[in-house]
């Protein structure tokens, strides 16, 4: 009866903030609602009803290039009042939030960059936008990752030869025993780690022959379901990766087809917490030695953990189903420090999980990544977006984000100029890998530090969507929520000229670019005030912001008959 009340109140509250149908409430009755709304909303953990549409269902084609705004609830007027203003929706006199095109995304902005909101946030941002505009989020940039329990390792330690590859016989025995013996009677396939301490290489090389031997005799193990794996500890640097190529031509050598690596993790992968794979112990090029080792020797190679795929796939989905219960039109979720065959494995299992609703998966450009048996650095970043666009189209993903997450020290999605060291992409690269994602049937939401000039030329583009942040935000004291975090000297808070200025940007290059396709003689005076606009020229900006709204308006009306 109770769970019944709450929902009728929140559905009242959705029609009373609802464009197309508000009930005409005075003020006072409208702030009683919103506080019964408030204790609803916190009772029911959510909205009643479950949505039947999501950002999935936007026509870009038709209404433009999305545009999500990042920020905390204090926000939600400023880029509320910012979408209702904007000359598409005054000129075609639209009320529904996925014909509006944008959205508040629920987001902490902390010192180290985005973090995930909490309930309170989710409450208040979705409360403030109902019925107006859509809201989405991104449910951690990194994720909770768990490993797969391992066999005890066989320990091989400095000794009398004949005694060492004895003892090492007999310990793989016991490793091996609780998979052959399993309840069903039949073996249970496994792996189990040998490692060596203070023992000579040669003498390394004669155990290992003896074990692998006696596996294949069948004498210890069953072949074909039970093997070795190498598993060296390494030094960093230089010295770590002479430790490894070692262990791999050794592995080679006995016929152990599996080397797993134990590493001291350097700087870089303690500032990011952790790194992909081998990326976690070695550099870019350090690991391309290595993989091309491995692939001469035809022994694979990898870091020592092995990642629990299906715990990692279940935490990332207690993250979306709590923003879709939210009543969230997208949520976002990161896939670091995965590799590309790991990373296909959990958006498998995520999208099973939301056939209906959007959870779109995140590829972030400014880290190194592992897959195929290759690693792709800086210079190979188009390729393997392009590789990873191509493993989401095959699992049917809808929607799917680029961005940076190493926003905190500089790094932006496009470049400012041929010499820019921290932009990832230029403009014609963007555009071909837009094309090559539109082929395979994926719609990219583009993110990382973008500026207003960069919004009008992806709305030129007409790109499925675009997030923006620092373009939109001024700078503010250090509000209570953040004053623990000891990197954050001021908040970045979006502002409702700020937001306009953006939106007017993506809406004059969408619909210039239109109308030049076209034919009309309309794209020119657009695109001619477009350019004084990103310019940015002071003395003029009211009055060309005023002039470019009006034009955009009339093109709006031109394309909408």
Do not use: C
């Not at 917490?273 to 090029?285: E, M, T």
């Amino acid at each position: 009866m109770y769970a019944d009340l709450f929902r009728e109140v929140l559905r009242h509250y959705e029609d009373a903030m609802r464009l197309d149908r508000p009930p005409q409430l005075p003020d006072d009755t409208l702030a009683s609602l919103r506080e019964l709304a408030v204790v609803a909303f916190d009772e029911l953990g959510g909205l009643p009803d479950p949505a039947e549409r999501s950002l999935r269902h936007y026509d870009h084609e038709r209404f433009g290039p999305y545009l999500g705004v990042s920020g905390e609830p204090s926000a939600a007027s400023a880029i509320v009042e910012a979408a209702l203003q904007s000359p598409k929706t005054t000129a075609l006199g639209l009320v529904d939030p996925l014909e509006i095109g944008v959205a508040h995304d629920a987001e902490r902005l902390g010192s180290i960059g985005e973090l995930p909101s909490g309930p309170d946030e989710y409450r208040e941002i979705r409360l403030s936008t109902l019925g107006r505009i859509l809201v989405s989020t991104n449910v951690g940039s990194r994720l909770n990752l768990r490993f797969y329990g391992r066999v005890h390792d066989i320990w091989v330690n400095e000794g009398p030869l004949q005694q060492i590859k004895k003892a090492a016989i007999e310990s793989a025995r016991r490793r091996f025993e609780p998979f052959l013996k399993t309840p069903d009677g039949q073996p249970r396939p496994t792996a189990v780690d040998i490692r060596f301490r203070g023992v000579s290489l040669p003498d390394q090389r004669t155990v290992l022959t003896a074990v692998v031997a006696a596996i294949q005799r069948g004498e210890i193990a069953v072949p074909g379901h039970h093997s070795l794996v190498l598993a060296p500890k390494v030094d960093k640097g230089s010295r770590g990766v002479g430790q490894a190529l070692e262990a791999i031509t050794l592995a080679s050598e006995v016929g152990v087809d599996s080397v797993a690596i134990e590493g001291e993790p350097r700087a870089a992968a303690d500032e990011m917490v952790s790194l992909p794979g081998l990326l976690q112990y070695f550099n870019a090029s350090e690991v391309k030695r290595l993989l091309a080792a491995a692939a001469r020797a035809q022994v694979s190679v990898s870091a020592k953990n092995r990642v629990d795929i299906e715990s990692v796939a279940r935490h990332v989905w207690t993250g979306l189903e709590a923003a879709r219960r939210m009543g969230l039109d997208l949520g976002k979720y990161s896939l670091l420090p995965l590799t590309l065959e790991e990373s296909a494995e959990v958006i498998e299992r995520v999208q099973a999980w939301f056939r209906d609703w959007t959870a779109a998966p995140v590829f972030y450009v400014d880290i190194d990544v592992i897959g195929g048996g290759r690693v792709f650095g800086r210079r190979q970043m188009m390729e393997a977006t392009q590789a990873w666009l191509e493993m989401a189209a095959d699992r049917h993903v809808p929607v799917v984000l680029v961005d940076t997450v190493r926003k905190s020290v500089g790094y932006h999605l496009l470049k400012q100029g041929a010499r820019d060291p921290k932009g990832i992409f230029r403009l014609d690269e963007l555009r071909e890998l837009d094309a090559f994602a539109r082929a395979h049937g994926v719609h990219v939401l583009w993110a990382g530090g973008i500026t207003v000039a960069q919004a009008y030329e992806l709305g030129r583009l007409g790109v499925f969507g675009l997030y923006v942040t620092s373009a939109v935000a001024s700078l503010r004291a250090v509000g209570p929520e953040h004053e623990s975090d000891p990197g954050l000297a001021a908040e970045r808070f979006p502002t409702e000229e700020g937001v306009s200025r953006v939106k007017l940007a993506i809406e004059a290059g969408f619909v210039e670019s239109r109308l030049a396709e076209a034919g009309s003689r309309s794209a020119s005076p657009i695109a001619a005030f477009a350019a004084e606009l990103v310019g940015r020229s002071a003395s003029r900006e009211a009055q060309v912001r005023r002039e470019l709204r009006e034009r955009v308006m009339e093109g709006w009306r031109e394309l909408a008959g």
